[in-house]
């Protein structure tokens, strides 16, 4: 992914809530099928994890992007900003659509 789409991905979350909540159990099953859906759906969401330690963060934060086949967009303290495009998004749930804006 080029720099311009990046910026522009940061741009569309940055008005986002998290709508994934990685708790002290890690990338469990649940989390991976929330994650799963949640970006089937609106393409680009933010995760927030509730873990302190910085080093489990980032091992948790490479579990993210390896178990929903995503792209790291963003990381700033406990979230994270996830991608994967979906062809056959709904415009009314993709967050990308909403927004407008366009990848090149």
């Given at each position: 992914m080029n720099s311009r789409n990046l910026r522009t991905l940061?741009?569309?979350?940055?008005?986002?809530?998290?709508?994934?909540?990685?708790?002290?159990?890690?990338?469990?099953?649940?989390?991976?099928?929330?994650?799963?859906?949640?970006?089937?759906?609106?393409?680009?969401?933010?995760?927030?994890?509730?873990?302190?330690?910085?080093?489990?963060?980032?091992?948790?934060?490479?579990?993210?992007?390896?178990?929903?086949?995503?792209e790291l967009v963003q990381t700033i303290g406990r979230i994270v900003v996830l991608y994967r495009g979906n062809p056959d998004a709904k415009p009314e749930l993709s967050n990308i659509a909403r927004s407008g804006q366009r990848l090149s």
């Open positions: 940061r741009q569309i979350a940055h008005h986002l809530d998290p709508v994934v909540t990685v708790g002290n159990t890690g990338v469990s099953d649940a989390v991976t099928a929330e994650l799963d859906r949640a970006l089937a759906d609106h393409e680009l969401i933010k995760v927030r994890i509730n873990q302190i330690d910085r080093e489990l963060r980032q091992q948790l934060i490479t579990s993210l992007v390896t178990a929903s086949n995503g």
